[in-house]
């Protein structure tokens, strides 16, 4: 259920649900069950992952990480997380990425912010049974 979309449809998506100051970082975009959006941004090593969601859906979101994961899970992914959303920290958790930090990251448009920072590592994604 997981499709390529144009960046200029992954913007519109990721600013209708949820990320309403979002400007697109050179990122690939992928849709999941006209859903769930996912912004891919390479980097020097790893990929940087974003997400939004329609938030009607959220009991989906498992289903949705578990498709992007097959994809890009061989890849060691950075999530980049908006402060004022702590619980996707734990649903970033769930899938199997690590310890929460907060960092001050530069937008692309120029500006300095504090994000929340999750890694994780290559490998295959299993689930969790919590």
Same mark, same amino acid.
């Given at each position: 259920m997981l499709t390529q979309i144009d960046a200029l449809t992954g913007q519109g998506l990721m600013r209708l649900w949820g990320v309403s100051d979002w400007i697109d970082p050179g990122a690939e975009y992928a849709l999941w069950g006209? @859903? @769930?959006v996912f912004a891919l941004v390479p980097?020097?090593?790893?990929l940087d992952i974003h997400m939004a969601m329609d938030k009607s859906r959220w009991r989906e979101c498992r289903d949705a990480g578990a498709a992007i994961l097959a994809v890009v899970g061989h890849w060691k992914l950075r999530a980049i997380i908006l402060t004022d959303r702590p619980r996707v920290c734990n649903y970033a958790a769930r899938m199997g990425f690590g310890e929460r930090t907060t960092e001050t990251l530069k937008t692309i448009d120029g500006r300095e912010s504090a994000f929340f920072i999750m890694w994780r590592e290559p490998g295959e994604y299993h689930g969790r049974d919590c």
């Amino acid at each position: 259920m997981l499709t390529q979309i144009d960046a200029l449809t992954g913007q519109g998506l990721m600013r209708l649900w949820g990320v309403s100051d979002w400007i697109d970082p050179g990122a690939e975009y992928a849709l999941w069950g006209e @859903c @769930c959006v996912f912004a891919l941004v390479p980097q020097d090593g790893f990929l940087d992952i974003h997400m939004a969601m329609d938030k009607s859906r959220w009991r989906e979101c498992r289903d949705a990480g578990a498709a992007i994961l097959a994809v890009v899970g061989h890849w060691k992914l950075r999530a980049i997380i908006l402060t004022d959303r702590p619980r996707v920290c734990n649903y970033a958790a769930r899938m199997g990425f690590g310890e929460r930090t907060t960092e001050t990251l530069k937008t692309i448009d120029g500006r300095e912010s504090a994000f929340f920072i999750m890694w994780r590592e290559p490998g295959e994604y299993h689930g969790r049974d919590c």
